[in-house]
């Protein structure tokens, strides 16, 4: 069936066909020439997308490694876990770098599929993800007692989605230390665009050897990243010392629970799985960790399992376990741009790795042998008490 143009269109038609006619062939060559490059440079556009909020297909990278090296990078990464059951990273001084090449290969992926917060949450009654996950990081704000004016300390702040919801319920200052480049680029340039720029700050560096001086900040707090320390002390210890007597450090840790057995194989492997597909060097039981802050001088004020502690919640890994077959379109996509040459070569073998750890982490939540939000609230001892 034909359809008829509205009159005014082909009357426009006709005119611009008619001044088409009048230019000379020369002419007529530029004005080809740059209707072909403006269609190319459109069509690039809708297929690249814009940076502002989250990397596109064909914008995957390898953070802060040259494309030519993610293969390299990701064997690499993969040879550093030992072969024996429980072993983790073998080479434990090499933990920090090997931590820093796993967010370079996985920081566009998590933003891609996941968002701008890289962690769990439990799914609160009546409230989407998006809400649920703002109310688990406005905890920290209120657990921190934070107030405008005050300086914060995130402890591996990744593309800064807790600490932009920190920084705007408190009104306190939020500074972010992330161990990779790649990340500080990224959230200073979402920090800016969503307006928290007055209140943030990130810098690169590692949490084991920080950048501040000693009684700096009035609080501190970390989401799933100490998990990544070759030892919690470390990275415990260097918490207390930026900290100020009397203020408070919360976490929200990845450790596994009473219900883990370390002669139990299945167990074993699960852990295996969950640390190397998230960059962990080993794991750590729940009370590891709280001796771990105790052991550099924190008075333990709180300590709960917040997988298990609310009985309306719904389960941190009820959105994976959602996202299964998400998880199979998106590794097809991811090896439809690898065999055109558009991603990184290496990209899909790391994706298929999140796919893998996705189930690993089903698992352990499923079994109840593993949870990654700890709660562990802890308090520097000192004059200026807060109440
Ligand atoms: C705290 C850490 C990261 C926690 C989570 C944010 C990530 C753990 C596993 C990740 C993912 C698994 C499957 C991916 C999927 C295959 C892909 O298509 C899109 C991204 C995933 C959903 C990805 C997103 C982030 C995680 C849920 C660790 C590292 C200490
Ligand atoms: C799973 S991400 C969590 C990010 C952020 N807390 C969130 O919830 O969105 C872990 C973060 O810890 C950081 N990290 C791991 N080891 C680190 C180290 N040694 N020094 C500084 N940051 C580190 C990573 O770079 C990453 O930003």
């Given at each position: ?40 440079y459109l069509l690039a556009k809708v297929l690249k997308g814009s940076d502002r909020d989250k ?100 402890c591996g702040c990744g593309v800064g989605g807790p600490m932009r919801t920190v920084a705007a ?95 139990n194989a299945e167990h074993v492997k699960i852990m295996d799985e969950i640390n190397f597909g ?110």
């Amino acid at each position: 069936m034909a359809v008829a143009l509205p009159a005014a269109v082909t009357s426009a038609y006709e005119r611009l066909a008619g001044e088409f006619d009048k230019l000379s062939t020369t002419q007529k060559y530029a004005v080809g020439i740059a209707g072909g490059v403006t269609s190319l440079y459109l069509l690039a556009k809708v297929l690249k997308g814009s940076d502002r909020d989250k990397p596109t297909t064909l914008q995957l990278s390898g953070g802060s490694i040259d494309a030519s090296k993610v293969k390299t990078e990701f064997d690499a990464y993969a040879d550093s876990y030992g072969k024996n059951a429980g072993e983790g990273i073998t080479d434990r001084s090499k933990t920090v770098h090997l931590v820093d090449v796993f967010y370079s290969l996985v920081t566009d992926i998590y933003e891609w599929g996941w968002g701008q917060s890289f962690h769990f949450s439990p799914k609160l009654p009546n409230k989407d993800l998006k809400a649920s996950e703002a109310a688990h990081e406005a905890r920290i704000a209120a657990l921190l007692r934070l107030q405008p004016g005050q300086k914060a300390l995130d402890c591996g702040c990744g593309v800064g989605g807790p600490m932009r919801t920190v920084a705007a319920v408190s009104g306190a200052h939020v500074t972010g230390i992330t161990i990779n480049q790649y990340q500080v680029d990224r959230a200073k340039s979402h920090n800016a665009r969503q307006g928290l720029a007055p209140l943030t700050d990130v810098v690169r560096g590692d949490f084991t050897n920080m950048p501040f001086k000693e009684n700096t900040f009035d609080g501190a707090y970390a989401i799933e990243a100490t998990c990544h320390a070759p030892k919690l002390e470390q990275v415990y210890g260097e918490i207390y010392r930026v900290l100020k007597p009397g203020s408070y450090f919360v976490s929200y840790e990845w450790v596994s629970t009473n219900k883990y057995d370390a002669n139990n194989a299945e167990h074993v492997k699960i852990m295996d799985e969950i640390n190397f597909g998230n960059g962990l060097p080993e794991m750590r039981t729940w009370k590891e960790a709280e001796d771990a802050g105790k052991n550099v001088g924190f008075e333990l004020v709180m300590s709960l399992d917040l997988a298990t502690a609310s009985v309306v919640a719904g389960p941190w890994y009820e959105r994976l376990r959602m996202g299964k077959y998400t998880h199979a379109i998106n590794h097809g996509i991811v090896s439809t741009v690898d065999a055109l040459g558009l991603a990184p070569k290496g990209l899909k073998e790391v994706h298929h790795m999140l796919v893998e750890v996705a189930k690993s982490l089903i698992h352990g939540g499923e079994s109840g042998i593993f949870t990654p939000m700890h709660l562990l609230l802890f308090r520097k001892p000192g004059a200026d008490k807060k109440k």
